[in-house]
């Protein structure tokens, strides 16, 4: 039986999933305060079972967020001593599209800092990514990405600055691992960040 917690971008939330199968899930949209709603959530849905192993949203998303969703899998996987993995949130939003119809290449658009999207085209089947992870401002990423349809928080704004297309707005959850191919939720648990941190190091 897997964990999977997920807090790296305004949802807040953890699934028990076996295999391809969600045993049961928790998902809320929370925007802030993940620290303060996932470790009970997760405790919510254990409700006395215990894991064989964990898997983590590493991001990109929100820089906090991320941090959260490590901290608390991290601690519980050495508190258990079971297994660690993770995985990203463009490629949870792209695997839960595909299942839910979406043929040929999928464009993943999320919300960045500093008014950027984090982008990432996935296609093929097992899903695998067609491009390195980028971080852009709307009207850079509506040059490069040429899908018609976009998923994501950050679809809108990108299929606006693009002027055509349809935008689907969508945030990961813990379930939607269970979509994943085994290469996609077989990530080193450390952070995905998608961009430079804000603070420079001093000279």
């Given at each position: ?46 409700a006395?079972?215990?894991p ?33 993995s ?45 491009d ?9 990423a ?41 290469p ?5 648990p ?13 000279p």
């Open positions: 039986m897997l964990l999977v917690v997920d807090s790296a971008t305004a949802a807040c939330s953890a699934a028990l999933i076996d295999g391809s199968d969600v045993i049961d899930e928790r998902h809320e949209l929370v925007g802030r305060g993940h620290a303060e709603r996932l470790v009970p959530m997760i405790e919510e849905l254990l006395g079972r215990r064989t192993a964990i898997l983590v949203d590493c991001g990109p998303g929100s820089f906090t967020g991320v941090r959260v969703g490590l901290a608390a899998a991290h601690g519980l996987a050495i508190g258990w001593r079971v297994p660690l993770g995985y990203s949130s463009l490629a949870a939003v792209a695997a839960a599209a595909r299942a839910a119809g979406a043929a040929g290449e999928l464009a993943v658009a999320l919300h960045g800092g500093h008014g950027q999207l984090f982008v990432q085209i996935y296609g093929g089947e097992p899903l695998t990514p067609r390195e992870l980028r971080s852009l401002l709307p009207e850079e509506a040059a490069l990405v040429s899908a018609h349809t976009v998923f994501g928080s950050g679809a809108e704004d990108l299929v606006a600055a693009r002027g055509y297309g349809k935008a689907h707005d969508t945030l990961p959850r813990a379930a939607h691992a269970a979509l994943l191919p085994e996609l939720r077989s990530f080193a450390k952070p995905i960040y998608g961009r430079a941190p804000d603070a420079k190091p001093m």
